[in-house]
């Protein structure tokens, strides 16, 4: 290769890799798999150390990773945040062993952690107060997320501990057990949105939300593994662990000392397995030096501390062949293809389909006809095909053409812009959309009606009792044909028909979720429901009208619209109207989102940081609470704020009523 050529390709590398740093680190949408990442940057560093007169500067090699969001504020870190080296294998540990003994000798022990897949957070403490939440962002500035992070309930807003220095920093890894990732990523795909990938993605992609209300629904943690102060507190990192455990900080149980190299080898056997019970994702193990001193004797190199380094697990992978390509159709029409796999065994299970997300992902990884493929699996999450193995490629294989046409009701597909998934359009004739609308409006979360479950559901669609969500207010009139199915008793068909009765009472907030309109999840609903009072205005309400109401947004606002622009929905309302069902909220109900301030009375007095007074309200009367007037005996709690009145403090004291923040409060409704 001539000097340019080398050049050029150096550059390449680096652009390349910076565009996949960015779609790690600020999109959260990563766009490589660790493993390949880890190898061209290694194979860049050996360009680098081979030409360094062709060195980019803008070269990932010299640089942390990351970026910084705009819409937050900027924060320089007071130790800078860097990354960690990663090894795969055990050779790569036993050089990174015989490194530190060089430099140390051997007089040493290793503290053994689990590497947990989420994003790292710099915590501040200043006067025993989380003053900062700052993101790792380029490494020596970060974002400023202190609102967000303080929704997560296992950090302490307060530390109230003795011989805590003034001011301490603390750093661990925020993310999300995987089991809330896949509920809430499930509740996203119903209403529409695009789904995450993983529980990494879900966590950073929260974590950088500008509304930290938005963000509390959304349950993430934290553990915490690493301590920093001016003066230092502790001679070893395990004592850090062990003081900062008692100080109230989460901080993993799983964590070892280890005396030597064949110690840590036993350590990333056992999780190499048993990772996979454990509630969250973790994607290695981090081995760091216990002793502070010998640590800085260690020190660092540009990018990560010399005395510290990862073992990262390759994602239990496998290859199988692609069968065929098929199609899923949802209830709100979209398609997802699925791959159909030869088979296999891998993690302890046997896979045979794959998700392929969308059209785009298909045309990512130029699948094939017959495609030999290796498959990832990671925890609980549905495997991903992650790239062909084109040495197997059949000759005059055909790439895969996505379908034109709906293959469930033959209707042709339309993508709209701006989105991934293709849609069938056709919502009142395609029988997994009228099936799945049916199930929804049914649902645990809308209706729900005992005595239905998807099943029956399924099975009367296909028997032709039912076709629309109106016609299970028919159901009582076809007692016979009921009788013929298979497996429903008389108790069964009675208790049915009773749940069926009884939903005519759920409130209107629960019918509006039910309808199934697209982006109108069960907040939506409620906000909606509070914010018109009744269908009728819901329906006639204009575009900006719908935006005024908290929360709504264009594309909320567009799709009721589109909603009632059918005549086949209105009549369907007209028709459920006529059934009894509750189609307006009453006067002076708040629709409640809980029950768990029932009978408890509550003041609010001074001023907050994060919510109005009149928020407050709200949170409290949605939740079941009540608004007394005035302190008195009959009072629970006195929610208080800065500023507050000294006579309303002096008489909550003697009346001996507790006192809680706006924090606190929210804890109780969460
Ligand atoms: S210690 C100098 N300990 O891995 C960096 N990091 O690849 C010291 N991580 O940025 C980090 N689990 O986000 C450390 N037990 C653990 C960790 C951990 C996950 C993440 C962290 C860090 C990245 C480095």
Known sequence: ?????????????????????????????????????????????????????????????????????????????????????????????????????????????????????????????????????????????????????????????????????????????????????????????????????????????????????????????????????????????????????????????????????????????????????????????????????????LGFTAKSPRWAISYKYKAAEVETVLEKVTYQVGRTGAVTPVANLEP??????????????????????????????????????????????????????KPIAYVTHCPECGSRLVRKEGEVAYYCLNEDGCPPQIVGKIQHFIGRKAMNIDGLGDETIENFYQKGLIANIGDLYTLHTKAQELKQIERFGEKSIENMLKGIEQSKQMPFEKVLFGLGIRYVGETVAKKLAKGVKTINNLANASLEELIAIDEIGIRIAESIKEYFSKTEHLAQIEFLKTEGLQFEIKENSIPLQSDKLNEKTFVISGVFEKHSREELKIIIEENGGKILSGISAKLNYLVAGDNMGPSKLEKATKLNIPLIDEDELMKMVE
């Open 344 to 397: 296999v065994l891998l993690a302890g299970t046997t896979v045979k389909r794959a998700t392929l997300h969308n059209a785009d992902e298909i045309k990512r990884l130029n699948l094939h006809e017959k495609d030999t493929v290796y498959v990832e699996k990671g925890g609980e999450i549905i495997p991903k095909i992650i790239k062909v193995n084109l040495d197997k490629r059949i000759a005059n294989a």
């Open 1 to 297: 290769m001539s000097d340019f050529e080398v050049k050029k390709q150096m550059d390449a590398m680096v652009k390349e890799l910076n565009q996949h740093t960015y779609n790690y680190y600020v999109l959260a949408m990563p766009t490589i798999e660790d493993y390949e990442f880890d190898k061209k940057l290694d194979e860049l560093v050996g360009l680098e150390n081979k030409y360094p007169e062709f060195a980019n500067p803008n070269s990932p090699t010299q640089k942390v990773g990351g970026d910084i969001t705009k819409n937050f504020v900027s924060v320089q870190h007071k130790w800078p945040m860097l990354s960690l080296g990663n090894t795969y294998n055990e050779q790569d540990l036993r050089d990174f062993d015989e490194r530190v003994r060089k430099a140390i000798g051997d007089d040493f022990e290793y503290v053994c952690e689990l590497k947990f897949d989420g994003l790292s957070i710099s915590l501040t403490y200043e006067n025993g107060k989380l003053a900062r939440a700052v993101t790792r962002g380029d490494g020596s500035k970060g974002d400023d997320v202190t609102n967000n992070i303080k929704t997560i309930h296992s950090i302490p807003h307060w530390v109230k501990e003795q011989n805590i220095p003034d001011t301490f920093e603390i750093r661990g890894e925020v993310f999300m057990h995987r089991a809330a990732f896949e509920k809430l990523n499930k509740e996203r795909e119903e209403i529409g949105e695009v789904p995450y990938a993983n529980p990494r993605n879900f966590a950073a992609g929260t974590v950088k939300m500008q509304d930290s209300k938005e963000v509390s629904k959304r349950p993430l943690d934290c553990f915490l593994y690493g301590l920093n102060s001016e003066k230092q507190l502790f001679k070893t990192h395990w004592e850090s662990l062990e003081n900062v455990k008692k100080w109230g900080f989460p901080v993993c149980e799983h964590t070892q000392i280890s005396q030597n190299i064949d110690d840590i080898l036993a350590f990333i056997a056992q999780w190499e397995e048993k990772r996979f019970k454990l509630s969250y994702d973790i994607d290695g193990i981090v081995i760091k030096v216990n002793n502070y001193a010998q640590q800085q004797e």
